[in-house]
């Protein structure tokens, strides 16, 4: 009776099921999981979302907050249950009203009561057996004998004369409760494995909606601090506005979007393995032998595939976060009339970026207002300098910058192949690690042939995305460690962002061959 009672309260009041995955509204009711999203998504067409048991309304889509407790009681009241097959066995002479067996028959194929076990005979021909409906199963096909032995090599419950001088003669057999017990321990072996993967799960699911939320968090504050920016002049900035706010926005979609795909396939996973797990506790508290060793065998499927929830192939980076530089250079691009001030208040400096023509390659033309760079088949006479690049047509700036936040634009003929980045000015000159390409002390992007590469110590990354756009936005939190490459195309793209630790000032360095231009704009 008190099994009932409490099996009522564990139903789901939509489904009238067991709680699957249960989960709570903030008035307290509890739910099925995918039973309250039905309920939801269908008072979303409606226009409006309240409780199905006490009709508390909710002004927008309430939350649901897993009840792990509640999930752990229906696992074990689960498992704490007889088989329901079993209970359904009745008495085969109790012809008037059933009445529950207590044993059944392998001999006779019949189930008795305690009333008619007695009258049963005592010969050792009848084994008795817990009540059961599968007699035939407990006897072999071809013999019609009970079933005593199990075959490893054929995985088959045999009988003496399969044995002795059937399919299975002179093989190595044991007995059904040996067999049971090695089986039962290979179940539990299997079952120890899945508990860490759920665990795993878990705790990966946990951080990933912890992560959600800072993330939605963020985004709340960035959009109220672009909106104060904007607040006295509304008017003049109203696009600039919508064009920020819409950044957020389509990152925080993007990578809540990410999560969110994420956090279902892990719970997907979650609830197979918990029906795994149920269904190997089960099969670990079967009695009868028979039946545990007809029961398909689960064990055989691969762990590697049950562990699979690891890697972050196509999945979110641990470290992607908004990008509130690229929301920063949509203002900046989009103001131009107020720009100093965005700047000022963004914390962004814009340096006034010149090349120094003392380190440019023979090959390379600079311009007169030190600004572009052009690669060209005259050699330029210039007197020799110890700073200046002899095997590879580069060019450093002149200043270089040791500290703070930086942002400046270039601008890229998009004709042969050109490379723009930093470099501390311990470069070599001369030889294969004065290349910007092959040494530890530059970072760049690479444009050539209609590709972008990113290139730091001879590693060489190509990116996804192709070349839009001629002009290229470019980064620095010298502090951070960061280094960032935009492409100016609408909206503003990342490219590609380097981290490391700084230990000299970082000059500014372009590469430039094959009729390639480059010019840093004012």
């Not at 607040?231 to 506005?241: C, G, P, S, V």
Request: net charge negative; with cysteine; glycine share 4%.
């Amino acid at each position: 009776m008190a099994s009932a009672e409490l099996r009522d309260e564990l139903n789901c009041s939509i489904c009238l099921s067991l709680y699957t995955d249960p989960v709570s509204l903030r008035c307290g009711h509890n739910f099925c999981r995918s039973c309250i999203v039905s309920v939801l998504d269908a008072q979303e067409a409606a226009g409006g979302y309240s409780c199905p048991d006490c009709r508390a309304e909710y002004p927008e889509r309430p939350a649901l907050e897993k009840n792990r407790k509640l999930r752990n009681i229906v696992e074990f009241f689960s498992s704490t249950q007889p088989d329901m097959e079993e209970t359904r066995i009745f008495c085969t002479y109790c012809t008037k009203s059933p009445v529950s067996a207590v044993k059944s028959c392998l001999q006779c194929e019949a189930s008795f009561c305690e009333e008619h076990l007695s009258r049963h005979s005592k010969s050792s021909e009848h084994t008795l057996v817990d009540p059961t409906v599968t007699l035939e199963k407990r006897k072999c096909s071809t013999h019609k004998e009970m079933l005593k032995y199990y075959c490893p090599i054929d995985a088959a419950c045999i009988c003496v004369s399969c044995w002795v001088a059937g399919g299975h003669k002179g093989y190595d057999v044991e007995l059904l409760d040996v067999a049971s017990e090695k089986k039962k321990e290979k179940l539990r072996e299997y079952l120890d494995g899945l508990y860490p993967q759920k665990e795993k799960i878990y705790t990966r699911v946990h951080n990933l909606q912890d992560r959600k939320r800072k993330i939605q968090e963020k985004a709340s504050d960035k959009r109220k601090n672009i909106s104060k920016r904007f607040m006295d002049t509304r008017k003049q900035l109203e696009m600039a506005e919508k064009k920020a706010l819409s950044e957020v926005s389509r990152q925080e979609e993007k990578i809540v979007s990410q999560i969110s795909h994420l956090i279902k396939k892990l719970e997907i996973q979650e609830d197979e393995l918990s029906r795994k797990m149920r269904h190997v506790e089960e099969m670990c508290r079967v009695t009868d032998p028979i039946r545990l060793l007809q029961e398909s065998d689960i064990t055989v499927c691969s762990h590697g595939g049950d562990e699979d929830t690891g890697g972050d192939g196509g999945e979110v980076s641990s470290e992607e976060d908004l990008d509130e530089v690229l929301i920063s250079l949509t203002l900046h691009r989009s103001m131009r009339d107020i720009v100093t001030n965005v700047t000022s208040e963004l914390g962004v400096h814009v340096p006034d970026i010149l090349l120094d023509v003392d380190t440019a390659h023979s090959r390379v033309k600079i311009s007169e207002n030190l600004k572009t760079a052009t690669r060209s088949e005259e050699k330029q006479e210039r007197p020799k300098s110890p700073g200046r690049f002899v095997t590879y047509s580069q060019v450093l700036s002149g200043c270089g910058l040791s500290s703070g936040r930086h942002y400046w634009e270039v601008e890229w003929n998009q004709i042969g192949r050109c490379i723009i980045g930093l470099s501390y000015p311990s470069i070599e000159k001369k030889g294969r690690q004065s290349c910007i390409v092959y040494n530890d002390k530059s970072w760049c992007l690479c444009m050539n042939d209609g590709e972008y590469n990113v290139c730091h110590n001879s590693g060489n990354l190509t990116l996804s995305v192709k070349p839009t756009c001629p002009t290229l936005g470019v980064f620095l939190d010298y502090e951070a460690g960061r280094l960032s490459f935009y492409e100016l195309c609408d909206p503003i793209r990342h490219l590609h962002t380097f981290t490391a630790s700084f230990t000299e000032p970082l000059h500014v360095v372009f590469y430039v061959n094959d009729g390639a231009s480059v010019t840093i704009r004012s």
